[in-house]
């Protein structure tokens, strides 16, 4: 049977602008989101290509110290604040969770709009501080120069502050929606690993986020009337903050990557057609993971000048995050031994994830150690473990997502040859990129300087044609895609063969998700039961 596109769907009704700009489908707002991300993503994304352009040689080539500080300080924030935290979860888990339990929607729709609303508000904010010169004193925000600087600061702040709260919203709705939407029968135990790890992230964006928004009100109070809790002058204390910004933060890397872990436990599963292995320790692991977040904050402020006895406990504790990490990999490679893996798109960037998130975690380990990181710490080591867990993780479960649920987002694929080759090409231009810069920052070159000593010089020349590879690949992608919206060939319902209500319904779905509900009758992974009964006619 030919694969057809439905006459009517999510995407084209109701139809006209408007419908779009009130509309309360969560897939829509998962779109809209989406549409958000990709372009903050390669805007920041450009931004990074001019900063290691102007690395490509020592001195000065095109920009002066002062544009490079603003430059890095505006790709971080975009990228953290604009970009990594609301992409997993408010776009794309915003359109498959209700999908993956059975619900016709999420529990508060207005709420989730206003979510969306909320974040175009604060980027309005971040763009303002570009257009007024940008901010220079790095994501972080670090006191006390954050309180004198007299760049846009201010403005940044004021958009962190208020993306805070769409990731709340997002959290909160989220929570209520998995407790009370689930399809009658579908026990927590039959949900999807994805739905686990956007539970164990709605925990923490709750939780966590309200401590930053506290933070940059007091910053905020702090520049414009001078109250004195951060500045040593007035009797503040600098390195408060650092404990303040870091009880978020750090728990924040964990907003950032454990959804990204649940889009990997669903795609090792359903691309190689093998029942998840350790179902139990992959769900639990998400709580381990959350709950030793809140607990090694004080490892990013080894050499700020806390007692020699906390950094050892703050030492200790970190180490802890490596075993339910170590756990998930693990029971991912163990799914994939002896299971029947496609290497189509998702699993290309899947086995991405696996070996780069991988060495992006265990140098997180190294950096946990408090002796290695007093050598290597504020060095390229650190720019390079972050960018490895960040881009190398999140962002590569994220392609490797799009990928997945693309034909169900739009009824269409992908070209599936030029997708493969930007996801090679993808790999390369990053291990080039930064694997070079461990090497770097073992060597002592300090991070946030534009820049460096002859000594330097090859290594940093390599990483710069790293990114311009980077940069090729994902130039493919955009365009692929974007002529898979028009011409791609209609998907079917189902073009993965793969379990999971979502792949029950049609591509596009309706507007109302299902025409009729889905009934649980094995659970998401039960491809050992499943293909029995579906032999020979499984799609590979
Ligand atoms: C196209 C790929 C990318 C390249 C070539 C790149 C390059 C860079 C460069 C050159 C810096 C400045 C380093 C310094 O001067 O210390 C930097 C900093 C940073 N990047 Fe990226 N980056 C990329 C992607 C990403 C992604 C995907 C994220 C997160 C989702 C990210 C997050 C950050 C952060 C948080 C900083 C630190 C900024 C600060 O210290 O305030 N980058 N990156
Ligand atoms: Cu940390």
Known sequence: MENVIPQTHYLNSPKGWKSWLFTLDHKRIGIMYFAAIMFFFFFAGALAIVLRTELLNPGQDFMNAEAYNRIFTLHGAIMIFLFIIPSIPAALGNFVLPLMIGAKDVAFPRLNLASWYVFVFGAFFGIYSLITGGADTGWTFYTPYSTSSTSSVSSMLLAAFILGFSSIFTGINFIVTIHKLRTPGQTWFKLPLMVWALYATALIQVLATPVLAITLVLLLLERTMGIGIFDPAMGGDPVLYQHFFWFYSHPA?????????????????????????????????????????????????????????????????????????????????????????????????????????????????????????????????VVAHFHYVMMGGTVMALLGGIHFWWPKMFGRMYNEFWASTAAVIIFIGFNMTFFTQFILGSLGMPRRYFT?????????????????????????????????????????????????????????????????????????????????????????
């Open 253 to 381: 890397v964990y907003i950032m990557i454990l959804p990204g872990m649940g889009i990997i436990s669903e795609l090792i599963s359903h691309m190689s057609h093998r029942k998840i292995f350790g179902y139990n320790a992959i769900a639990f692991s998400s709580f381990g993971i959350a709950l030793v977040s809140f607990l090694v904050w004080g490892h990013h402020m080894f050499t700020s000048g806390q007692s020699e006895l906390a950094a050892v406990i703050f030492s200790f504790l970190t180490f802890f995050v490596g075993i339910p990490s170590g756990v998930k990999v693990f029971n991912w490679v163990m799914t994939l031994y002896k299971g029947q893996i496609s290497l189509r798109t998702p699993m290309l960037y899947t086995l991405s994830f696996l070996i780069l998130f991988t060495i992006g975690g265990l140098t997180g380990i190294f950096l946990g150690a408090l002796s290695v990181d007093i050598h290597v710490h504020d060095t390229y080591f």
């Open 452 to 540: 460096y000593l002859d000594q330097y010089h090859g290594l940093h020349a390599f990483s710069t044609y790293g990114a311009w590879v980077l940069g090729l690949g994902f130039l493919i992608m955009g365009i692929y895609l974007v002529h898979s919206l028009i011409k791609g060939k209609p998907a079917g319902n189902n073009p993965w063969g793969a379990l999971g209500f979502e792949w029950e319904t049609t591509s596009p779905p309706p507007t109302e998700n299902f025409f009729t509900q889905p009934q649980v009758t094995h659970g998401p992974y039960d491809y050992d039961k499943v293909l029995i009964q579906r032999e020979p006619d499984r799609l590979r």
